[in-house]
């Protein structure tokens, strides 16, 4: 039965340790023990299965989920994802002044370092809170 305690206490840590995945390798090798244990395999055994079992997922299982979380970084979300996006101005922007843009269906504030005039097109090549930082479509 402490096998499957084990495995709740290897999975917190891996939750609180994200990105590693040893606590998750020792999490498996927990669970096949606790299996066993269910089966009626003697105390020994349950070890041997669990370190047998760890280290083959540490070394096997482990560099997959660490390639699939090194594509997953390459993949932007939220507002990462404006960054370099066409957007149309809606509201004329000067260096003095703040204007505004809109992109898919979302109006953001926008400032520039030039002045960008209202129907243009300007490239996200910031996003700060929720003012983003633009440039003319032909500087870009």
Do not use: H
Not at 12 to 23: D, L, M, N, V
Not at 90 to 97: G, L, N, R, S
């Amino acid at each position: 039965m402490y096998w499957f305690i084990l495995i709740f206490v290897f999975v917190i840590f891996e939750i609180a340790t994200p990105g590693a995945f040893y606590s998750m390798c020792l999490a498996l090798g927990a669970l096949t023990a606790g299996i066993a244990s269910l089966f009626g395999a003697d105390r020994y055994l349950q070890y041997g299965i669990f370190a047998v079992i760890s280290l083959v997922s540490i070394f096997a299982v482990r560099p997959i989920f660490l390639r699939a979380v090194k594509k997953m970084k390459g993949v932007q979300t939220n507002v990462d994802a404006l960054i370099d996006q066409t957007a149309i101005v809606t509201e004329k922007i000067t260096p003095q002044k703040c204007g505004f843009i809109k992109i898919g269906g979302e109006i953001w504030l926008a400032e520039s370092e030039s002045e960008i005039e209202t129907g243009s097109e300007a490239i996200i090549k910031e996003v700060s809170g929720t003012k983003v930082k633009v440039v003319v479509k032909q500087d870009a």
